[in-house]
């Protein structure tokens, strides 16, 4: 059985968490205008897990983004392992996988598009199942 997974960047600005991905209209959700999935294409239950396990198994964030909470009220309120972790926790998982064994975040192009500190940026992810 495969697992879908999502995944949301948030920043750090002006005191609170706010969303930093794209939207879209998606046949999923009525086409209503929600936050794009950002997981990577090759994410799969393997590493999800291993990156829910990494992530300490956080849970949601209790300063979540509104648009965020918003999107999970909506249409989440049931979403499997829910977890974050911060730009600097992706960096030092990512440092320690010598052999390339997991799919990772593309948290350059975050750095890259917002000029954050690694601790003001974040991906909120979880499993459908």
């Not at 998606?26 to 990494?54: C, H, M, Q, R």
């Not at 209790?62 to 392992?81: C, G, H, P, Q």
Request: glycine fraction near 4%; hydrophobic fraction near 40%.
């Amino acid at each position: 059985m495969s697992s879908y997974i999502y995944a949301f960047w948030e920043i750090f600005e002006n005191g609170a968490w706010e969303y930093a991905g794209e939207y879209i209209k998606d046949e999923e959700y009525a086409f209503a205008l929600v936050p794009k999935n950002s997981a990577p294409d090759s994410w799969g239950k393997y590493n999800f897990s291993i990156y829910y396990e990494t992530s300490g198994e956080k849970g949601f964030p209790a300063d979540l983004s509104e648009v965020l909470k918003a999107f999970i009220a909506n249409y989440w309120k049931e979403a499997n392992r829910p977890s974050w972790m911060t730009v600097a926790e992706m960096k030092d998982f990512y440092n320690k996988d010598t052999c390339g064994r997991f799919a990772h975040f593309d948290f350059q192009s975050m750095e890259r598009k917002y000029h954050k500190p690694d601790e003001a940026v974040r991906v909120v992810f979880w499993a459908d199942q």
